[in-house]
């Protein structure tokens, strides 16, 4: 009964959602080349997202980290017009933060400032977008705090088997790149040549602008249009979608002084736009509590096994453990995959998860910021910016035999990857396999 109850109040909440969003209908217009996606919020919040498409497909694997040095410099390193003090301290003035991020898909520089101060605001954005003073003293700086992050991440054993697996999985293709480059990259770049980098990539053919506010469209337009003034059309730019095939089962160890050993895996997942993606998205995440129960709570074998669907320009499924039994861990996540390729998943699973995962969605994405980011990637991922507005109708319609059928088409071959002590692990079970069928060894 409990269960009833709360389905209901998800299912009302959801419908809820819908309604506003249809009374303020999002909408899309093209200023000087550039789409512009807006989304009114109903509240007095400004939020604005400037995209530059392209991510790890900009650079060549020489210069990784370089776009995310320069989309940094734009707010840290001052504008031809403010010193980065002076300009964090007008934005400080009006509690408006503006500051820039980027990763493997694309780059953003967003602006969050309260209605009644956007434009004291806005200028500033402009200035950090298109003036950016790129000033030596304090590339400098921001070079150092970068460099101290790499070597910060790479001495957590999570983040460095994640890399360790992307590199490996990855090779010779751009999604082998880390975003955040490496030390001896970073070490090594030059405010001048960051700069002549961004002014590259800063082209409309790259652009996307996402706006979640209440602004009238004569205003936005306006803004917009003197903002895009100053920047070049560029060559007309694709954004590249791989698909990545694992043809078979491979092992690849690195010895580390760890306390325990890290495992990951990493697979085939539909890109976005495909047919399957809604139906694996949802099989994941069934899977991921599959796994947690059957690896940690039944076998006692890892404090915090992962599983979970990595969407991007190119889309894979990862699995990931920290365990000092790695061959026992292969054998109950062979066990495990076997199980549901053969039986398929429960209707009530399929059913559950996927109330969980649009009362997931929904909930995180109650802020303009969060809006703002769903629908910039759904825009750049999925060339669809709506479907961060209908998912909800898309999960619905999603059938067990999708979901079920969804799993069993990707998940197979695999890319092991291992740091920890390599006499711990017999490389050969995760290469043939740990399940027989008559005489042959089955492989996940």
């Known amino acids: 009964m409990k269960k ?18 249809a009374q303020n209908k999002a909408y899309e217009t093209t200023v000087d080349g550039v789409k512009v996606i807006v989304q009114p919020s109903g509240n007095d919040i400004v939020e604005i997202q400037t995209i530059i498409k392209g991510g790890v497909q900009n650079y060549s694997a020489a210069k990784m980290g370089i776009e995310s040095m320069a989309i940094n410099a734009l707010t840290e390193c001052g504008t031809l017009k403010h010193d980065k003090n002076s300009f964090k301290d007008q934005l400080d003035k009006v ?10 898909n694309y780059s953003v520089l967003r602006m969050n400032c309260i209605k009644g101060d956007f434009d004291v605001v806005w200028p500033l954005y402009v200035e950090a977008l298109t003036q950016p003073k790129f000033d030596a003293k304090e590339f400098a700086r921001i070079k150092q705090d970068a460099i101290n992050n790499i070597k910060q991440a790479d001495s957590q054993p999570d983040n460095a088997i994640d890399k360790y697996a992307d590199k490996t999985a990855f090779a010779n293709r751009d999604y082998a790149k880390d975003p955040n480059g490496t030390v001896d990259i970073v070490s090594k770049l030059t405010p001048e040549e960051t700069k002549a980098y961004y002014q590259s990539i800063l082209t409309r053919s790259r652009m996307v602008i996402v706006i979640v506010a209440d602004l009238d469209k004569a205003v936005i337009e306006a803004k917009v249009k003197a903002m895009l003034g100053g920047i070049k059309q560029g060559a007309p730019f694709e954004f590249k979608k791989s698909f990545f095939r694992v043809y078979k089962n491979s092992f690849n160890a690195e010895s580390r002084d760890l306390a325990t050993n890290y495992v990951e895996g990493i697979t085939s997942g539909p890109q976005p736009g495909t047919a ?25 074998l890892s404090y915090a096994p992962q599983a979970w669907f990595s969407v991007g320009q190119t889309s894979v499924a990862k699995f990931s453990v920290s365990t000092t039994q790695p061959d026992k861990y292969i054998a109950v996540f062979d066990k495990l995959v076997d199980k549901i390729k053969s039986e398929g998943f429960k209707a009530d699973e399929v059913a559950n998860m996927k109330i969980t995962y649009l009362t997931g969605f929904y909930y995180k994405n109650e802020t303009n910021s969060a809006q703002a980011s769903s629908i910039a990637s759904n825009e750049v991922l999925f060339n669809n910016w709506r479907r961060s507005l209908t998912l909800v109708d898309d999960v619905k319609k999603l059938t067990l035999e999708q979901v079920s059928d969804a799993f069993r088409k990707y998940i197979n071959n695999i890319v092991w990857v291992y740091q920890g002590d390599p006499k711990k692990v017999n490389q050969i079970l995760y290469i043939n396999g740990t399940l027989n069928k008559g005489d042959n060894p089955v492989s996940h």
């Open 276 to 300: 399957d993606f809604d139906a694996f998205n949802v099989a994941m995440r069934i899977f991921a509590n599959r796994h947690f129960l059957d690896v940690r709570t039944n076998n006692g």
């Open 4 to 21: 009833y109850v709360f389905t209901l109040l998800i299912a009302a909440a959801i419908g809820n959602i819908k309604t506003v969003q």
């Open 95 to 104: 509690s408006a933060t503006v500051y820039g991020t980027s990763n493997k």
